[in-house]
Every structure is written in C-alpha cells, then in structure tokens.
C-alpha cells in the first residue's frame, strides 16, 4: 500500500490544538486521549451541557488512573484544564485540526462540516470519525477536500491502540501526514487504508463474526465456538465478540450493506440468526446482558 508511508516531503504537523465535534461515546474519548497528550482541545457539541457530559468522561478516566496510582490530582487539574466544553463552534478558530464524531448521518456531518469550515483556518485540517460512510463521499460536501481525511478510532478510544487513517480520492499528502503526526503524537498505532466499506479492521472484524453466525447455524454449539476461537489465539470467540460489538448493530449494518449492494450481499443464515436474536428474542449483547451468551449480574465486566 503506497499510501501507507507518510509522505516524506510534508514537514511534521505543528499540532497544538484539536477540535472534537460530538461529546458522545466516541468524540469524548477523543478529547480525553488527545488531552492526555498535551494538547489543548475544544470540545464542541449541541449544548454546553452535552459538551461537559463529555468532559466529565474525562474526569471519569483520570480519576480512575489516579486511583490506581498511575496519575496524580495534578494532572487531573491540567488535563481538565485543556479540555474547554463548548457549544460555540467560533471556539474552533484556531484550531490545527478538528475531528468530527457526530452522529452517523451524512446531512447531520455535512452541515457539521460547513459550520467548522466557515470558521476554522484555511490551512487546518478536517477529519472525519465516520465508521461505515465513505470519505471521498463526506468529502464532497467540503469546500476544502484536499485538507479532509478519516481518522477512525475504535471503541473504547482510551483502550484501543489502532487507529485507521483513511485517504479520500481527494485527500492531499498534508492532510495524510497530519494524521499520521496526531495518531502517533497521542501514542497511538495508525494504519493507512483505503475508503473501502469496512475500511480495513471492520472488514477483518466482520468476517470472524459471519463465520461465528455460520457454525451456529451449522449446528455447532456455541460453547466450542467461543473454544475454538480462543485456541486459535484470538482474545475472544466470534460470537462473544459480536456480544461485544452488539447483535443489532451488526444487524443494522447487514441491512444497510444490502440496501446499498443489493439482494444477496448479507449471507442468508447471518440475517435469519441475528433478525432471530435482535428482533424476535430481544437479545441485543452484552449491553443488555443477552446475546449469544448470558452475561447476569456480578460477572466479569470484561471478557479478555
Ligand atoms: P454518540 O451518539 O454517542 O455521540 C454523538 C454526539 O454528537 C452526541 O453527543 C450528539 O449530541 C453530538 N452531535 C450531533 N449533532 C451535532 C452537531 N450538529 N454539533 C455538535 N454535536 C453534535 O455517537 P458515537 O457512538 O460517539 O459515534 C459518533 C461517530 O463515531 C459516528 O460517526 C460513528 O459512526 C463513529 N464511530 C463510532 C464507534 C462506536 O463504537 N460507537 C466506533 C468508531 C466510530
């Protein structure tokens, strides 16, 4: 992949601050790891209330490493003192690079992306937090598409090291180098994909689990599924890993994968095992603490 190397002539981004657009489950993640860095962030979202929520997850976190002794009061202070909670996108004006987590709806985003670029800096870049809409796409709803990139975390941001950074037709090598310097700036791994549905981790992630659907409807139990995909050196079985990710996701993703691709895209024994589970026995995972497998009160909060 060419475009995986960072492009050698675009001199390091001077990233000092960061816009978060979208204080939920994902942006306040965002605006926590990116302040943990060092850098200074604006986080923006309909309400100042919305935007403290996702402040507060912050504190949340850092108090948690306080407690486990790896932080101390006072860099719980500074790192709350980085992170302005706003709901006046004018706040982004000087910012380096602003990363949009609003909720996954391309009119909801591309209204988003003109309020940020009527007031952010010419030379500051947009990136999208989008997991399924394509950044050639969202990009053409931008005035400036050379400046716009996919910057994909996943979930949870302060766990999980893997970032995907997704190159549009129209993405330019400052951009591209941008996010490679912010990934790696907050200590993260990035990979250089292509905008392919899926990208690149959702495609893996999705395979595993279509096999895990595919036994199950094969007849095999779901106890040596989950067996099986431990001893064959993955964390987690497939089907507790859609327990994880949660059944109706997957479910809404199949359904719009064949809306978009046509009849046949879904594999039939997936769609009949998830319509089962999701809309006929209400078994949503682990967020409901029913999915393939049981998770009743008291149980270990995670699985690996
Ligand atoms: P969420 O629903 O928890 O948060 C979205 C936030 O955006 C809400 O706080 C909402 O008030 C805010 N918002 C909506 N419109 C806004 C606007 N015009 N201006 C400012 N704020 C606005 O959603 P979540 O799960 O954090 O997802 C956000 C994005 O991240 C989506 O594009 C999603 O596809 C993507 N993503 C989600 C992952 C996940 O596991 N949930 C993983 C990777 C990406």
């Known amino acids: 992949n060419k475009g995986a190397r960072r ?13 978060v657009i979208g204080a939920g489950f994902m942006g306040a993640g965002v605006a926590y790891v990116t302040a943990q860095a060092g850098l200074e ?4 979202d309909q309400s100042v209330e919305a935007a403290e929520k996702g402040k507060a997850y912050a504190h949340t976190l850092i108090t948690g490493q306080i407690n486990k002794g790896r932080a101390k009061t006072a ?3 500074a790192l709350l003192g980085r992170i302005q909670a706003t709901a006046d996108y004018g706040a982004l004006a000087d910012c380096d690079l602003v990363i949009e987590a609003v909720f996954e709806d391309p009119q909801v985003k591309a209204e988003v992306i003109q309020k940020v670029e009527a007031v952010i800096r010419p030379d500051a870049i947009f990136a999208s937090n989008t997991s399924t809409l394509p950044i050639t796409g969202l990009a053409r709803t931008s005035q400036r598409p050379a400046q716009f990139v996919g910057i ?3 979930s949870p941001v302060e766990k999980m090291m893997l970032v995907e950074i997704i190159k ?8 591209l180098a941008a996010a490679l310097d912010y990934v790696r700036l907050i200590k993260k791994t990035p990979i250089v994909v292509n905008d392919a549905r899926g990208f690149f981790a959702n495609r893996c992630v999705g395979a595993y689990i279509l096999e895990g659907h595919k036994m199950l409807a094969e007849g095999v139990p779901p106890a040596m599924i989950e067996s099986a995909g431990r001893q064959a050196g993955m964390p987690v079985g497939p089907l507790s890993l859609n327990d994880e990710v949660a059944l109706d996701l997957v479910l809404k993703i199949a359904k719009a994968t064949e809306a978009q691709v046509g009849q046949g895209a879904v594999d039939p024994a997936q ?25 009743p009160e008291g149980a270990p909060k995670r699985l690996w």
């Open 271 to 295: 769609k009949a095992i998830l319509s089962e589970m999701v809309e006929k026995q209400g078994r949503l995972g682990r967020k409901n603490r029913k999915g393939f497998y049981d998770y």
């Open 41 to 44: 962030v604006v986080l923006v």
């Open 7 to 19: 492009p050698k002539d675009v001199p390091a981004a001077n990233l000092r601050r960061v816009g």
């Open 75 to 77: 860099d719980r202070d």
């Open 152 to 154: 994909h975390f996943f």
């Open 168 to 175: 549009g037709e129209a993405t330019g090598d400052a951009a």
